[in-house]
């Protein structure tokens, strides 16, 4: 089992960046995909990106594409979220994932373990 919390949410303008972390219990947060999620008020929660064990494969939305970059240091058992050239559409509560599995998926169910989310606000 794997516990994970989220920071580095905040108010931001457009345009701005900010990074969130996900830090992880345990010692085999190796062993996990990561994924981070959000949601809007009043919308399903999607699929933002997630990075794969060990070599850094990633995948991500086609909104955030160029904008967001994930990456994970084992040794911290710590992923991050990057998020560039912020719109007021990415304001939403941000939340990482970590599954077991080989799959990135895009959907939550394909997750096992998730954080209790860190609240990103872009202002116009």
């Known amino acids: 089992q794997v516990q994970l919390v989220e920071s580095g949410g905040g108010l931001v303008q457009a345009g701005g960046s900010l990074r969130l972390s996900c830090a992880a219990s345990?010692?085999?947060?190796?062993?996990?995909?990561m994924g981070w999620f959000r949601q809007a008020p009043g919308k399903e929660r999607e699929f933002v990106g997630a990075?794969?064990?060990?070599?850094?494969?990633?995948r991500y939305a086609d909104s955030v594409k160029a904008r967001f970059t994930i990456s994970r240091d084992n040794a911290k058992n710590t992923v991050y979220l990057q998020m560039n050239s912020l719109k007021p559409e990415d304001t939403a509560v941000y939340y990482c994932?970590?599954?077991?599995?080989?799959?990135?998926?895009?959907?939550?169910?394909?997750?096992?373990?998730w954080g209790q989310g860190t609240q990103v606000t872009v202002s116009s």
């Open positions: 994932a970590a599954d077991p599995s080989n799959v990135l998926s895009v959907v939550p169910g394909g997750y096992t373990y």
């Open positions: 345990g010692r085999t947060f190796s062993r996990y995909i």
């Open positions: 990075i794969n064990k060990s070599d850094g494969w990633t």
